[in-house]
């Protein structure tokens, strides 16, 4: 059973980066049968995908996101922690939202489908504010 749990700050000061990790237990993130997302709700709104890493470290960005958002975003990984993590540079409050990582396993990797993404993390709200 693959496990995640996210982390980081609760409260991020707009124009500052975001950093949240997920660590992952009951799987290594270098396993090609995984890919190890980031998702995010806003308050109000729906589940909004923002992408993956596998397990070569390649990451695959959703074509949903706006380009600004797009080139604010950035996944990597540590596998000497078993952990990928999210970076959000130059956070507006628009970026307040539960942000989620989740696996996708075997053939249902890159499926755009939300009970594709077979384990969740529980959720981190972050909250930018001044």
Do not use: H, M
Request: aromatic share 10%.
């Amino acid at each position: 059973q693959v496990q995640l749990q996210e982390s980081g700050p609760g409260l991020v000061q707009p124009s500052q980066t975001l950093s949240l990790t997920c660590t992952v237990s009951g799987a290594s993130i270098t396993n090609n049968y995984y890919n190890w997302n980031w998702i995010r709700q806003p308050p109000g709104k729906g589940l909004e995908w923002i992408g993956y890493i596998l397990y070569s470290g390649a990451t695959n960005y959703s074509p949903s996101l706006s380009p600004s958002l797009k080139s604010r975003t950035s996944i990597s990984r540590d596998t000497s922690k078993n952990q990928f993590t999210l970076q959000l540079s130059s956070v507006t409050p628009e970026d307040t939202a539960e942000y989620y990582c989740a696996t996708q396993g075997g053939a249902l990797v890159g499926s755009t489908t939300w009970t594709a993404f077979g384990s969740w993390g529980q959720g981190t709200q972050v909250t930018v504010s001044s």
